[in-house]
């Protein structure tokens, strides 16, 4: 399985942008998906998941209510709509596919977000 993330680029604060993960080389339907991100000097941290049915999501403190995340099983995609962009939201993106005891990750894609 490969992941491939695309979308990122710069916005201004308050701006919107969508990421998506596509795979290849298999299919995504029996994994929960992932985004983290990573900041200069910082850890990876998880931003959101969603199951493999669609019907778990969750999203940390700090990206909840901004961010959806999203899956279409049909185009092996998932999708992470960020809204109100604020400059602590930039970094690398990730998104990684995981069932028990595979995951994979992506090359990430960078977000930058300027005040």
């Known amino acids: 399985l490969q992941l491939v993330e695309s979308g990122g680029g710069l916005v201004q604060s308050g701006g919107s942008l969508t990421l998506s993960c596509a795979a290849s080389g298999n299919t995504l339907d029996d994994y929960a998906i992932g985004w983290f991100r990573q900041s200069p000097g910082k850890e990876r941290e998880i931003m959101s998941c969603?199951?493999?049915?669609?019907?778990?999501?969750n999203y940390v403190d700090s990206v909840k209510g901004r961010f959806t995340i999203s899956r279409d099983n049909a185009k092996d995609t998932v999708y992470l709509q960020m809204t109100s962009l604020k400059p602590e939201d930039t970094a690398v993106y990730y998104c990684?596919?995981?069932?028990?005891?595979?995951?994979?990750w992506g090359q990430g894609t960078q977000v930058t977000v300027s005040s």
């Open positions: 990684k596919a995981f069932v028990f005891p595979r995951d994979y």
């Open positions: 969603i199951s493999s049915s669609s019907r778990s999501t």
